[in-house]
């Protein structure tokens, strides 16, 4: 079991960063593959970044070359790095995990977690 905190949310005007940290419980935290997602009101739940336990990032091409995921297993946590942000980047951001015996796993579906943060709002004005 592992519960997700997320924080670093916040409003920030277009072309500006905010970093997103996602604190996991637990003593396991190296045997889980970890996302974001972003839901903005009316819309379905979208992939913004995963990471493997090895450290590979994946992106969709919507956030690639702005967004930067990694995490630190020392500290139990995971970062969004969001830079160049856009109004369209406003939603709701939640963390995800998924325990994996694959070092090089990474989950792209909302589906595919079973651990979810409560999420944290950011708003990038125009």
């Known amino acids: 079991q592992v519960q997700l905190v997320e924080s670093g949310g916040g409003l920030v005007q277009a072309g500006g960063s905010l970093r997103l940290s996602c604190a996991a419980s637990?003593?396991?935290?190296?045997?889980?593959?970890m996302g974001w997602f972003r839901q903005a009101p009316g819309k379905e739940r979208e992939f913004v970044a995963a990471?493997?336990?090895?450290?590979?990032?994946y992106y969709p091409d919507s956030v690639k070359g702005r967004f930067t995921i990694s995490r630190d297993n020392a500290k139990n946590t995971v970062y969004l790095q969001m830079d160049s942000l856009k109004p369209e980047d406003t939603a709701v951001y939640l963390c995800?995990?998924?325990?994996?015996?694959?070092?090089?796993?990474?989950?792209?579906?909302?589906?595919?977690?079973?651990?979810w943060g409560q999420g944290t709002q950011v708003t990038v004005s125009s």
């Open positions: 995800a995990a998924v325990r994996s015996g694959s070092t090089v796993y990474a989950a792209i579906r909302p589906n595919e977690y079973n651990y």
């Open positions: 637990g003593r396991t935290f190296s045997s889980y593959a």
């Open positions: 990471i493997t336990r090895s450290g590979s990032p």
